[in-house]
């Protein structure tokens, strides 16, 4: 079946560090996929997505393409900030399925 | 932006009682709404995917008499925990997909969560 796996956390690093937060996936066909945001005790928000091969989501400064050919959506952002830190969660969405498939989410502080 | 609130954020109840969470699509309709449960520091498990006006589809090992979704209208699905056990403590968050003509079906809006605490 599909899957999400994303890089294991804790990731922690310095306000206007890179960020790169890797996100792999399996499906078949051509999924929809997506990067949410949880802040601490909230609901998820989602941060960006992407429906096609070779698309690139973007949002508040982070960025992801989607790789087909290496099954990939990496997140990244070039200069971090303290208020980044959450947990983000990498997700797809099978190609006429309904419901989302999540990675298992990557805690990220940011000290400043 | 699409706006799913949850009700409530928080509870407390003793063992063996019933707890009903309402979640809401205030600004636009869904014909789909999700439930999932998340634990500590781990990822979304989804429990079930409701559509309106039927019943609620259970993902495998998910207890449809302990965990009954209603979802009877367009802005609205309940989740509600019979006869609740300390292991049934969980944060649980629903989602919305919205089903208008024009904006995207793809995405889902996630409600705040309900944080449940049975003691």
């Known amino acids: 079946g599909d899957s999400v796996t994303q890089m294991e956390g804790p990731v922690t690093l310095s306000e206007e560090a890179f960020l790169t937060i890797n996100c792999t996936y399996t499906a078949t066909g051509y999924p929809s996929l997506f990067w949410y945001v949880q802040y601490p005790g909230e609901g998820l928000q989602l941060l960006l997505k992407a429906t096609k091969a070779d698309d690139k989501g973007s949002n508040k400064g982070f960025e992801a393409t989607y790789r087909k050919e290496t099954t990939s959506f990496h997140l990244e952002k070039g200069s971090v900030q303290v208020s980044d830190s959450a947990v983000y969660f990498c997700?797809?969405?099978?190609?006429?399925?309904?419901?989302?498939?999540f990675g298992q989410g990557t805690r990220l502080t940011i000290n400043p | 932006g699409a706006v799913v609130s949850q009700h409530p954020s928080w509870v407390i109840c003793k063992s063996g009682t019933s707890v009903k969470i309402e979640c809401r699509s205030l600004d636009f309709q869904a014909t789909t709404m999700f439930w999932y449960r998340q634990f500590p520091k781990q990822s979304l498990m989804l429990m079930a995917t409701?559509?309106?006006?039927?019943?609620?589809?259970?993902e495998q090992g998910v207890e449809k008499d302990k965990f009954l979704i209603n979802h009877a209208s367009l802005t609205l699905s309940t989740l509600t925990v019979t006869s609740a056990h300390p292991e049934d403590s969980s944060f649980y968050i629903c989602?919305?997909?919205?089903?208008?003509?024009?904006?995207?079906?793809?995405?889902?809006?996630f409600g705040p969560g309900t944080r449940l605490t049975v003691l």
């Open positions: 997700a797809l969405k099978g190609q006429g399925a309904q419901k989302l498939v």
């Open positions: 989602s919305a997909r919205y089903s208008g003509a024009s904006g995207n079906t793809d995405t889902q809006y």
């Open positions: 409701s559509n309106e006006g039927s019943k609620a589809t259970y």
